[in-house]
């Protein structure tokens, strides 16, 4: 589905004219369809540089990007942008629902967004229903738990049908039984439509949740 090869990504360090900081050191991975795959680090590993590297949200440094047959990071920013609207998915640690817009507003908002224009009605429902929140979407997020916030989240993620969803320490916020929820409903999505996602966390309780695991410690794989 996605790999990287030999991706490296440095910054410049503040203040030290010449001095890079290299967040990344030349990372070679694949993830395959249809997985639950997890970039796992401590904070500062550089796990969440990595994840929108491979999100096409930022460029390396040097090295290559493969989205299926398309060299990600060969494209131009316009190709880019119209990839992440019409084919990836985004889970974020903050949910950043819109406050007034009920969950159901939420997704078909991201449905507009992404100029989906017919069948929104039909699809914001499938996905809230797919979710768990059929009783719920018409609700306003402060009228939501946490875990529920971040299912009309993963419902934002899945409305315009993306092949893969990124998702950067999605229960990072979430109490031990709201996250394993979310891990639970991330296995489902994988089995029953084809999705591949790959998260971020530094919870080693949710190691043996993924089909395969990335460790990533000083922007190395290890």
Not at 113 to 122: D, P, T
Not at 128 to 147: A, C, F, K
Request: cysteine-free.
């Amino acid at each position: 589905m996605i790999k990287t090869i030999d991706v490296t990504r440095s910054f410049p360090v503040p203040g030290k004219v010449g001095q890079e900081f290299h967040a990344l050191k030349g990372i070679t991975l694949e993830v395959p369809d249809q997985r639950l795959a997890i970039l796992r680090g401590k904070s500062g590993s550089g796990k969440t540089t990595l994840l929108n590297i491979m999100s096409a949200l930022d460029q390396p440094t040097s090295g290559q990007v493969w989205y299926k047959d398309q060299n990600i990071s060969a494209m131009s920013e316009g190709k880019r942008e119209a990839l992440r609207r019409q084919r990836l998915g985004f889970v974020f640690q903050s949910v950043s629902l819109l406050p007034l817009l009920s969950a159901y507003e939420n997704v078909e908002f991201s449905l507009r967004m992404a100029g989906v224009k017919e069948y929104r009605k039909e699809r914001t429902e499938e996905v809230l229903r797919m979710v768990g929140l059929e009783n719920r979407m018409y609700h306003m997020p402060q009228e939501l738990s946490g875990g529920e916030q971040q299912r009309v989240a993963i419902a934002r993620a899945l409305a315009h049908k993306p092949q893969i969803i990124f998702a950067d320490e999605p229960t990072g916020e979430l109490d031990s039984t709201t996250a394993l929820s979310v891990i639970k409903l991330f296995q489902k999505l994988v089995e029953k439509e084809g999705i591949t996602i790959l998260m971020t966390t530094h919870d080693p309780g949710l190691m043996g949740a993924g089909d395969l695991v990335f460790e990533l410690q000083d922007g190395e794989l290890i």
